[in-house]
């Protein structure tokens, strides 16, 4: 004796199947569709190959930052904080030392973060700088974080830290920042 499978077990089974093969992104040859509900997966606010190109090209130009000047009264070693070292040691460019009390336009801060008093122990190197137009809401100021080799470092999720560096997040160099007083990102001038 034959046994039938009912017609209507047959259309619904195939319908389920094929729901599931149109949309499960499965690595068995069905065609991955985007649902209409599913939202866009939003790029990284920071870390992108942008962000990499323009921190590369800055540590090409800051080529011989040594021999900028400090902030007044903030020559060589200071007490530094987390996350940046035990001890930092800051630099700027003319732009700054022309008016260090104003981030203004061309504004480049460097600093250089050690885990001890001596210069063996220079852990990395962070930079803001001061781009018109790229970030308003956040004092337009553009982060990196180098090693000591001038490389780009990366966050746990393999991020370059350049750009937008956690912007949105809770913690980071924009949320630290943002506690600085005068609304200028910096902690040096308060």
């Known amino acids: 004796m034959k046994r039938m499978i009912p017609l209507g077990l047959l259309l619904g089974l195939s319908l389920v199947i094929g729901a599931c093969s149109s949309t ?13 509900t599913a939202k866009p997966m939003m790029a990284p606010a920071f870390g992108g190959p942008g962000d990499v190109a323009r921190a590369t090209s800055l ?33 700027i460019n003319d732009a700054a030392a022309r008016n260090p009390s104003h981030a203004g336009a061309g504004y480049l801060i460097v600093k250089e973060n050690y885990t001890a008093q001596d210069s063996s122990t220079l852990a990395s190197v962070t930079v803001m700088q001061k781009i018109p137009g790229y970030d308003p809401a956040d004092g337009d100021w553009f982060w990196v974080k180098f090693g000591p080799d001038g490389s780009i ?9 350049a750009g ?17 007083g005068g609304e200028d990102f910096l902690f040096v001038n308060d």
Do not use: D
């Not at 912007?167 to 506690?179: E, F, L, Q, V």
């Open 24 to 36: 499960s992104g499965s690595s068995y040859g069905s065609t991955y569709h985007k649902s209409k």
């Open 59 to 91: 540590w090409q130009s800051m080529r011989g930052y040594r021999s900028w000047s400090s902030y007044p009264g903030l020559a060589g070693f200071q007490p530094g904080r987390s996350p940046h070292g035990k001890f930092l040691k800051y630099y």
């Open 153 to 161: 470092m990366k966050n746990e999720k393999n991020m370059a830290l």
């Open 164 to 180: 937008r560096v956690a912007k949105g997040m809770p913690k980071g160099c924009i949320a630290c920042h943002a506690n600085a």
